[in-house]
């Protein structure tokens, strides 16, 4: 074997170790990534030329957490890795967004990059090792890549930038950013933060880049350790310059007409599609088929650079709108009757249905992942059904895309929602992407924020958020940042960047460059564009609704919170649970205990008050002490020839003694009291071992003494 070694210092101490030759030799490329005990097998394979007619890079990137690396057993019937959780989409995603700009565009194989956590420390998170690792891999291949291209989390603890910080640490972090970039340029920013300023993200954004620049120069040793300087040749497209110019030619002046003309989305696609039709029924009946691709990639082309100058040369956007106009906006609350919090934002053509469900503890989704295990009681899930788009698209459960949009607006609603015991429900949120023209993750957070507060959640702000683009001529150096994009200029611009706040800052960001040379003036005038857009936004959502109602739907549950000893939680619960299951069933209320420290946290919840509080009758019953001298209704459970044991409390009996029932003297327990029985008693006395002696005489008149006997 020729085993190489590479590693670097984290600038405090830590060490993270590069490794190949040992592991996976087959793949195109494999490295192990270890820091600590944490370890990442990443390998890469590249098929040898393209399957015909394919136009974009087929790549694929699966991260994936074995169960043994942490020491567990995978739960569920197959007690194996099944398919991926969707923490571990949301990392392939990033891998994945961080990779792709980075091949050749001309570059077509089919690419697989798979990374798998074998060994683990609990303290080391690995994902922020993920795309330092698929790059290595990269680097030690044969494959084209124009990288290499390392990622970093960056998080502010304590008031100090550190990166790759511990898991326990992170809880403290009031910014943490997933950051890639080459040594050059930074590619994508994915995160969340407190309500930051847009020159403390920049900030972060800066310190993360100089990390990187280390890891990128340490991958480069290692492409010359292995040998692995010179790439395979290939060629996967065909061109024809006469073809490309005359499509150009016919076509060109067209497209511009159409992209100025200010046309909605459907009238645009129309006129585009009409332009290349009209092509190609000019062309020659006998014309092969790689000829009309060929022209429809050119017509691409043509749309590409066509509307990127309009933009830039007269500042027309394909709606009409300047460059910092927002799209007409209009909201609704409590549009579904039957929800417990609902809202409808429109932007433009993008229009998102929100609704907020509030549960108990037991609804709380458990998280049986490898390195995370667990309960989370905040969901968001976004749909993006077919129609929301024109299209005909059969429904196969969240994709990767609904996984991702929906996580950033779960970040971004996170970061207000109040916690601890001033909000005991688990928060299921569902947007319901209607119709997409442009960021309906963006609707997401804007409609999420206004059906909590219709649903009465007192967050601790509103949150709005904003889609940014921007168009570059790197020839020329003209650049245009536009604020709330459309999907088509998504596709054809640079920069994809939404950022989400509410009226004090960032709260949560994603970003994706398409471009190099990006620099960090040019992203803080989008930052600060993009404050000014969310502002707006926000003023149009506080139109409908400026802050949460002052209750909850009368039809929404209720749930109430108890804190008792930690001595009585076994009495709440009883012998096999018999007793919280009787409580829950006679007063049709759920209840759900969890001990916290020495205290146990007791749960209600129900969809009525009178259920509510029959079980905090019962609870409160159970957990009492009883109190010396208190006078308590009590039901005698059991006769002994020396008197009769009554329980006062559930679960709790006290000694009513033969002298204590009555004033008079009674010689035996026969007729006097029953099983069964109700009887107001007084406690007395409760002794060192908890015994308790009750009286019931001294709740009854005294009888008056006989009088005297004359002489």
Same mark, same amino acid.
């Given at each position: 074997m020729n085993?190489?070694?590479k590693s670097f210092d984290l600038g405090d101490g830590r060490i993270v170790e590069i490794e190949t030759g040992k592991l996976a030799k087959q793949a195109d490329g494999a490295v192990v990534v270890k820091m600590g005990d944490t370890m990442l097998l990443a390998t890469v394979v590249s098929t040898v030329g393209a399957k015909p007619g394919t136009d974009f890079l087929p790549l694929s990137v699966d991260y994936q957490e074995k169960y043994a690396a942490t020491g567990r057993i995978p739960g569920g019937f197959l007690r194996r890795e099944a398919r991926l959780s969707d923490y571990e989409v949301l990392i392939s995603r990033l891998v994945d967004r961080a990779l792709r700009p980075m091949f050749p565009s001309d570059y077509h194989s089919?690419?697989?990059?798979?990374?798998?956590?074998?060994?683990? !420390?609990?303290?080391?998170?690995p994902d922020c090792l993920a795309g330092l690792a698929a790059s290595a891999a990269l680097a030690v291949s044969d494959i084209p890549f124009n990288g290499p291209i390392s990622e970093v989390r960056v998080a502010k603890i304590d008031g100090k930038?550190?990166?790759?910080?511990?898991?326990?640490?992170?809880?403290?972090a009031t910014l943490e950013?997933?950051?890639?970039?080459?040594?050059?340029?930074?590619?994508?920013?994915?995160?969340?933060?407190?309500?930051?300023?847009?020159?403390?993200?920049?900030?972060?954004?800066?310190?993360?880049?100089?990390?990187?620049?280390?890891?990128?120069?340490?991958?480069?040793?290692?492409?010359?350790?292995?040998?692995?300087?010179?790439?395979?040749?290939?060629?996967?497209? !065909?061109?024809?310059?006469?073809?490309?110019?005359?499509?150009?030619?016919?076509?060109?002046?067209?497209?511009?007409?159409?992209?100025?003309?200010?046309s909605n989305k459907d009238e645009r696609k129309e006129g585009f599609t009409a332009?290349?039709?009209?092509?190609?029924?000019?062309?020659?009946?006998?014309?092969?088929?790689?000829?009309?691709?060929?022209?429809?990639?050119?017509?691409?082309?043509?749309?590409?650079?066509?509307?990127?100058?309009?933009?830039?040369?007269?500042?027309?956007?394909?709606?009409? #709108?300047?460059?910092?106009?927002? #799209?007409?906006i209009w909201s609704e609350v409590g549009y579904l009757p039957a929800a417990h919090g609902?809202?409808?934002?429109?932007?433009?053509?993008?229009?998102?249905?929100?609704?907020?469900?509030?549960?108990?503890?037991?609804?709380?989704?458990?998280?049986?992942?490898?390195?995370?295990?667990?309960?989370?009681?905040?969901?968001?899930?976004?749909?993006?059904?077919?129609?929301?788009?024109?299209?005909?698209?059969?429904?196969?459960?969240?994709?990767?895309?609904?996984?991702?949009?929906?996580?950033?607006?779960? #970040?971004?609603?996170?970061?207000?929602?109040?916690?601890?015991?001033?909000?005991?429900?688990?928060i299921r949120i569902v947007s319901d992407i209607l119709e997409s023209n442009g960021s309906s993750s963006m609707a997401t957070v804007c409609a999420g924020t206004l059906a909590l507060m219709d649903a009465g959640i007192k967050i601790k702000a509103p949150v709005s958020g904003i889609a940014m683009g921007l168009i570059t001529d790197e020839k020329t150096g003209k650049y245009a940042i536009l604020s709330d994009i459309l999907g088509d200029e998504d596709h054809l611009g640079d920069m994809d960047f939404k950022v989400t706040g509410t009226e004090k800052g960032i709260v949560a960001c994603q970003m994706d460059l398409k471009i190099n040379?990006?620099?960090?003036?040019?992203?803080?005038?989008?930052?600060?564009?993009?404050?000014?857009?969310?502002?707006?936004?926000?003023?149009?959502?506080?139109?409908?609704?400026?802050?949460?109602?002052?209750?909850?739907?009368?039809?929404?549950?209720?749930?109430v919170s108890l804190s008792i000893d930690k001595e009585f939680i076994g009495a709440v619960i009883g012998p096999g649970g018999k007793i919280i299951q009787e409580m829950q069933r006679e007063t049709g209320a759920s209840i759900s205990i969890e001990e916290v420290g020495n205290k146990g946290i007791v749960e209600i919840f129900a969809d009525n008050k009178a259920a509510i509080d029959a079980a905090v009758a019962r609870i409160n019953a159970i957990a009492a002490k009883p109190e010396i001298g208190a006078i308590y209704q009590g039901k005698v459970k059991s006769i002994m020839p020396f008197g009769a044991f009554v329980e006062i409390m559930p679960g709790k009996d006290g000694l009513l003694h033969i002298s204590e029932i009555s004033w008079e003297r009674l010689e035996t327990m026969d007729g006097v009291l029953k099983e069964g029985d109700k009887i107001e008693v007084k406690l007395l006395d409760v002794d060192k071992q908890g015994k308790m002696k009750l009286s019931r005489k001294v709740l009854l008149p005294r009888p008056e003494k006989p009088a005297a006997t004359q002489a």
């Open positions: 085993v190489i070694k089919d690419t697989q990059v798979m990374i798998s956590l074998i060994s683990a !420390d609990k303290n080391i998170m930038l550190i990166i790759n910080p511990l898991a326990s640490d992170l809880e403290r950013f997933m950051v890639a970039g080459s040594a050059n340029d930074i590619g994508m920013v994915e995160g969340e933060c407190d309500e930051i300023q847009e020159d403390e993200m920049v900030e972060a954004l800066k310190f993360a880049h100089d990390a990187i620049k280390v890891q990128c120069a340490i991958q480069l040793e290692l492409t010359e350790a292995t040998g692995k300087t010179v790439k395979r040749e290939y060629n996967h497209e !065909d061109h024809d310059a006469d073809l490309k110019a005359k499509v150009y030619a016919d076509t060109y002046d067209k497209v511009y007409a159409v992209a100025k003309s200010g332009i290349i039709n009209e092509f190609f029924e000019a062309m020659p009946e006998d014309t092969a088929d790689l000829t009309k691709a060929m022209a429809k990639h050119y017509y691409h082309d043509v749309q590409y650079d066509a509307i990127r100058n309009l933009l830039l040369d007269e500042g027309i956007r394909l709606d009409g #709108r300047s460059t910092t106009q927002i #799209r007409p609902s809202a409808v934002f429109t932007r433009g053509e993008t229009q998102s249905l929100t609704s907020v469900t509030l549960g108990s503890k037991d609804d709380e989704q458990m998280i049986d992942g490898a390195f995370f295990n667990g309960y989370n009681k905040f969901l968001l899930h976004y749909n993006f059904p077919g129609f929301s788009t024109g299209e005909v698209r059969p429904n196969r459960g969240a994709g990767r895309r609904e996984i991702g949009h929906g996580a950033l607006a779960m #970040r971004s609603l996170k970061k207000v929602l109040p916690q601890g015991e001033e909000n005991p429900y688990t040379g990006l620099s960090y003036e040019v992203l803080t005038k989008a930052l600060l564009q993009a404050k000014e857009g969310r502002l707006h936004i926000l003023g149009e959502m506080k139109k409908t609704i400026a802050e949460p109602n002052a209750d909850l739907k009368p039809h929404a549950p209720r749930i």
